[in-house]
């Protein structure tokens, strides 16, 4: 297509690779290079022709719902940006539920004003009595908790009547431990997709091979979005603070109290 030189184009990002991304611009995609600025999937951008076929980003625009970490130097650091909800993916086991993690993508989802879904994925592995209890407390909390068995394929009309239901615009982010399965539900979502690579255990850690390394956004033809991102072994979200904790920690919320500072721990009174 042609444009004229210098002239800004407004897009999507809808894939990471490196330091280059991917931009679409109505029927249009573009392989843009970051040129300094750093870019994730969601972002909305504007960019200019850069010859031979590929774009240079000038602009990365506000992001709303956006999901962030806390790196390990203490950094903020986006992973995804406006978007519709988070899917937490969780194994039954290979590698093992881990509730904490689960509760700190909550709280990162609370606080972005994200609704989320807990997707418990592996149960033909067989499910515990505590992630039984663990879930069970999460849906009486009015969380949406679905159980996929992604072999077999139970479980997956839940996945896909939860994200067809949202109200938010924009896609959901799979995001869980490495090894959990989010790539695999990913591919039987959409069998007619190449979403990338599937990955195995390491017997010695207990814990999935990184199999995903790039970020991609893939449409459902039920009509929502999902986004595949690379699993993580920690996640910390980030801005967080006690009082951010206390305000979005699953079921805590604002209780009534007579201290405006009060973060309800169990010796405070």
């Given amino acids: 297509m042609a444009r004229e030189r210098g002239a800004e184009v407004e897009g999507r990002v809808v894939a990471t690779a490196g330091r280059k991304v991917v931009v679409e611009a ?24 850069a010859g031979a076929g590929e774009g ?41 539920y881990r509730s904490g993690l689960v ?48 072999p077999t394929g139970e479980g997956l009309d839940g996945v896909i009547e939860a994200l067809a239901a949202a109200e938010a615009p924009g896609p959901w982010a799979f995001v869980g431990h490495s090894g959990v399965g989010k790539t695999s539900l990913a591919q039987r979502l959409l069998p007619d997709v190449d979403v990338g690579p599937v990955g195995d255990i390491s017997d010695h850690w207990e814990a999935g091979r990184h199999t995903t390394t790039h970020s991609r956004i893939f449409r459902h033809p039920a009509g929502f979005e999902i986004a595949d991102s690379p699993g993580i072994r920690t996640f910390l979200p980030s801005g967080l603070d ?7 920690f699953p079921a805590l919320g604002q209780p009534a109290c007579r201290y405006r500072d009060c973060l309800h721990r169990p010796d405070e009174d």
């Fill in 103 to 150: 509760d700190r993508y909550a709280v990162g989802a609370s606080s972005s004003d994200l609704p989320y879904v807990v997707c418990l994925t592996k149960t033909d592995l067989g499910v515990s009595d505590d992630i039984e209890a663990d879930l069970s407390r999460r849906a009486a909390e009015g969380v949406k908790v679905v159980r996929v068995c992604v």
């Fill in 26 to 49: 109505g029927d249009e995609t573009r392989v843009c290079h970051l040129t300094g600025l750093r870019a994730v999937i969601g972002d909305r951008v504007r960019w200019v022709d």
């Fill in 56 to 96: 240079k980003l000038v602009e990365v625009m506000p992001r709303v719902r956006d999901l962030g970490r806390t790196d390990f130097k203490g950094r903020d650091q986006a992973i995804a940006a406006n978007l519709g909800g988070l899917v937490i993916v969780a194994a039954a086991d290979r590698p093992a």
């Fill in 242 to 248: 006690a009082r951010v904790v206390r305000d979005h």
